[in-house]
């Protein structure tokens, strides 16, 4: 069967697939710890569900304008301004079927074929097949594991040719839970303006932050100065603990916005319309949303503390980076491959059919060396998440 140029290389979600697996044996009859999906555990806040429902009692569920109803995008608007300190255009909000949505509007729009794309790594997987999508050519950097992969102007400057057109940067970052200071992030802006290149900032987990009360920083938080073009993309799914109502946006010059939202008016056209109604009471209601998010990141924050705490006492030989933010562990195994044990992969592998845990490969994230460990769980699936994955260890 012969098939496009435009998808021979796309693959399948690697974190969504270990997640399907996992829930598949557990429907077998299985015992099994599923860490491995990027969502929280908690329910969407009542206070968000109710307006929902009274959104549809009230009819509202026709379509809307592609780019998003406007009493929404400029509530997201008003939302961004508390970061920035400043008035934000909300004509350059574009409200998105979740934030793969408006990542694939940015690389589509911007990048093409010759086009290099500069991906920060670990990196999300989605990251680079979106920019193969577009047919442009991704370019992992990595940062040094002793700065938790960070990386600085040096490794960046290091990768870029005369065919680099952006940089995509993800704080706090998944996986590894990594985050960029202000003043890193001010460099890297600096530097991706003085180049020229697009700034693609993912900031999805950005209220999910260790060092609470104050969400991690972002690009808005930065001068005016130190921003060339850019585009930031955040949603509702992390913070309002919303995933299955994929609502996303992102935010940028509104003449790019424009591009988005005719692109989008060809493809989904707009997003449910009572996601929306939902998103308008999130970014509306900000005193329920911010005690919302405190709550949550409370327990994020006491399981991080958990977990990372029994692997010092269970697994002292195991490197991680320590998370300052999101909800993941990430882990090297490096060191506990055998003979049929060769990569993050196999172990992953052998770890879910000997113990039932479900986990997912450093492969999916650009080095099958590390494995990445979801925290958003009840605390004791962690506690017997961990020891499992410590009697894999012991075994090896």
């Keep these: ?3 496009s140029a435009n998808i021979q290389e796309l693959k399948p979600s690697a974190t969504i697939a270990v ?17 491995s999906a990027g969502e929280p555990d908690f329910d969407t806040p009542r206070f968000i569900a109710d307006a929902a429902v009274e959104g549809i009692r009230a009819g509202r569920t026709r379509y809307t304008p592609p780019a998003g109803i406007p009493e929404l995008r400029q509530a997201i608007a008003r939302h961004l301004e508390t970061r920035a300190g400043r008035p934000m255009d909300w004509n350059g909000v574009v409200v998105s079927a979740g934030v793969k949505q408006a990542l694939f509007n940015a690389f589509f729009s911007l990048f093409g074929p010759g086009d290099e794309v500069l991906v920060a790594a670990p990196y999300w997987t989605t990251y680079p097949d979106l920019i193969r999508i577009a047919r442009a050519r991704p370019v992992e ?32 970052c998944n996986p590894t839970g990594a985050v960029y200071t202000r003043d890193e992030l001010d460099a890297i802006a600096r530097w991706a303006k003085s180049r020229g290149l697009w700034l693609i900032s993912d900031e999805i987990y950005r209220n999910i ?12 938080d930065l ?30 010059a509104p003449a790019l916005a ?13 997003t449910t319309t009572v996601s929306q109604v939902a998103g308008l009471e999130a970014y509306s209601n900000t005193e329920a949303a911010e005690a919302s998010i405190r709550e949550m990141v409370r327990a994020f924050t006491r399981r991080r503390d958990l977990v990372t705490r029994r692997f010092r006492e269970w697994m002292p030989g195991v490197p991680f980076v320590e998370p300052e933010g999101a909800f993941y562990l990430y882990f090297r195994v490096d060191g506990l491959f055998t003979g049929e044990v060769t990569d993050a992969t ?22 099958d060396r590390w494995v990445r460990m979801s925290y958003a769980a009840a605390d004791e699936v962690l506690e017997e998440a961990v ?5 894999m260890a012991t075994c090896t």
């Design 1 to 3: 069967m012969r098939f």
């Design 258 to 270: 424009a591009k988005f939202t005719a692109l989008q008016s060809q493809i989904t056209s707009n």
């Design 223 to 252: 001068d005016e100065d130190a921003l060339g073009p850019f585009v930031l993309v955040d949603g509702a799914s992390k913070s309002y603990a919303m995933t299955g109502w994929r609502l996303g946006f992102s935010y940028c």
């Design 346 to 367: 196999g172990w992953c592998s052998a770890l879910l059919e000997e113990h039932g845990v479900a986990l997912v490969p450093g492969a999916a994230f650009g080095d």
């Design 209 to 220: 932050h260790h060092a609470a009360p104050a969400p991690a920083p972002g690009l808005l």
């Design 141 to 172: 950097v990595f940062g040094a594991e002793a700065r938790s992969f960070k990386v600085t102007v040096d490794e960046l400057e290091a990768a870029v040719t005369e065919r680099t057109r952006g940089l995509v940067l993800n704080s706090p």
């Design 387 to 391: 020891r499992r994955i410590a009697a």
């Design 19 to 35: 997640s399907t697996l996992a829930k598949k044996l557990a429907a077998e009859g299985r015992d099994i710890l599923n860490l």
